[in-house]
């Protein structure tokens, strides 16, 4: 049995409240390591609980507060532009004030791989919305967080919609020390060069599943500068397309790239696990 990474989950969300415990034992016993990934404090602490409940059992912690969780929000996500049709989701933000040393103190943890998920959002803005002040406020709170990952020596996790260009200018101006992961990255091979040129590694989920809009992307990124993630609840690979997503469907998107760019799964699968253990554990 070849060993997968999920790098990004969300079995720390209400979503799998009822049976998170199963759900990780199932990935488990599949092979799989997850990164329970936190969008406010309260998730994260959650994240943070569940690797303790299951150290030694793949199971891991990123902590970070979600761009889109910095206003409150009760939205249906549905996105009829997009080739790849997002499944519908709802999706309700609380409107958390970013407090540096409440992050900091679960950032320590031994148990947290990364700080995440952070970033910019510009996709969710609304009629009405200042946006050239929420956009300062997203960038405001991701340079605290690129401070706070040095501070702890962590590489971030980072989530990015409809504004990749200012996240490179951020990177470039603020440099974090360690690099880490674009997540659910759904840009051009051209953009996603310029990350990869700056030692960030891209994942890739369901997404690349629903067409082949970016087939072209996984054949031309080299399989070294690849993770695979489900996102889950969210973006359930095909052909669970629209149900709950969970870790071990994590397999559906290896199998999706070993397809594409024409590799054993086996390759897929060693050579992702490897990126995700050199980039949580370095000095592993
Ligand atoms: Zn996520």
Not at 177 to 187: C, L, P
Not at 247 to 257: D, F, G, N, Y
């Amino acid at each position: 049995m070849s060993s997968l990474f999920d790098t990004h989950a969300h079995v720390n969300f209400n979503a799998f409240r009822e049976d998170a415990e199963e759900v990780l034992l199932r990935a488990r016993e599949a092979g799989i390591s997850v990164v329970n990934v936190g969008s406010q404090l309260s998730t994260s602490r959650r994240a943070v609980e569940y690797a303790r409940k299951y150290e030694g059992k793949g199971v891991y912690a990123a902590v970070g507060l979600h761009p889109i969780q910095l206003r409150k929000r009760s939205f249906e996500h549905r996105d009829d532009e997009n080739d790849w049709e997002l499944p519908a989701t709802e999706i309700k933000t609380i409107g958390e004030t970013f407090e540096y040393d409440a992050y900091l103190e679960v950032a320590r943890d031994s148990h947290v791989v990364a700080i995440g998920e952070v970033g910019l959002d510009y996709h969710h803005f609304e009629e009405g919305d200042e946006i050239d002040a929420m956009k300062e406020e997203q960038k405001r709170v991701l340079r605290e967080f690129v401070r706070l990952a040095d501070e702890v020596g962590k590489p971030m996790m980072i989530h990015c919609w409809d504004a990749y260009d200012d996240l490179l200018a951020l990177f470039d101006e603020s440099s974090p020390e360690r690099r880490g992961v674009i997540h659910s990255f759904i840009g051009s091979y051209k953009t996603a060069k310029k990350f990869l040129e700056r030692g960030w590694m891209i994942g890739i989920n369901g997404i690349a599943t629903y067409s082949d809009s970016y087939d072209r992307l996984i054949r031309e990124v080299s399989l070294d500068q690849i993770v695979i993630e489900t996102d889950c609840p969210y973006l359930a690979p095909v052909p669970h397309k629209g149900e709950r997503n969970e870790p071990l469907l994590v397999k559906l998107v290896a199998e999706k790239i070993a397809t594409v760019k024409g590799v054993p799964f086996e390759e897929v699968a060693r050579i992702t696990t490897r990126n995700a253990t050199v980039s949580f554990f370095p000095g592993a």
